[in-house]
């Protein structure tokens, strides 16, 4: 049974950088695509960036120059890198996969909090 586990949260000030990891275990190589999302207290669930085992990303406008998705099949690893990060970006950062083609994503982490604070 494929399981996720993110790492790399914390607290940073606004402007500053953060690498969020999601270790896919036992393989990457059983996933077709992963993907990143938050939630903020009160607020929705949001899709921030999305890879395929191909490489393609997808990113909502939202984030789009500030979020990069990355993988890692060596590490079976991926990655979010965040930049300039704002107060308004402070969540719990969750990662997300599926193994098929289509569909939702039906593999869940647990979540990492990620606090941009001054």
């Known amino acids: 049974q494929v399981q996720l586990v993110e790492s790399g949260g914390g607290l940073v000030q606004p402007g500053e950088s953060l690498r969020l990891s999601c270790v896919v275990s036992?393989?990457?190589?059983?996933?077709?695509?992963t993907a990143w999302f938050r939630q903020a207290p009160g607020k929705q669930r949001e899709s921030l960036a999305l890879i395929s085992r191909h490489n393609n990303t997808f990113y909502p406008d939202s984030v789009k120059g500030r979020f990069t998705i990355s993988l890692d099949n060596a590490k079976n690893t991926v990655y979010l890198q965040m930049n300039d990060l704002k107060p308004e970006d402070t969540a719990v950062y969750y990662c997300?996969?599926?193994?098929?083609?289509?569909?939702?994503?039906?593999?869940w982490g647990q979540g990492t909090q990620v606090t941009v604070s001054s």
């Open positions: 997300a996969a599926r193994e098929s083609i289509t569909g939702t994503m039906n593999i």
């Open positions: 036992p393989s990457i190589r059983s996933i077709y695509a």
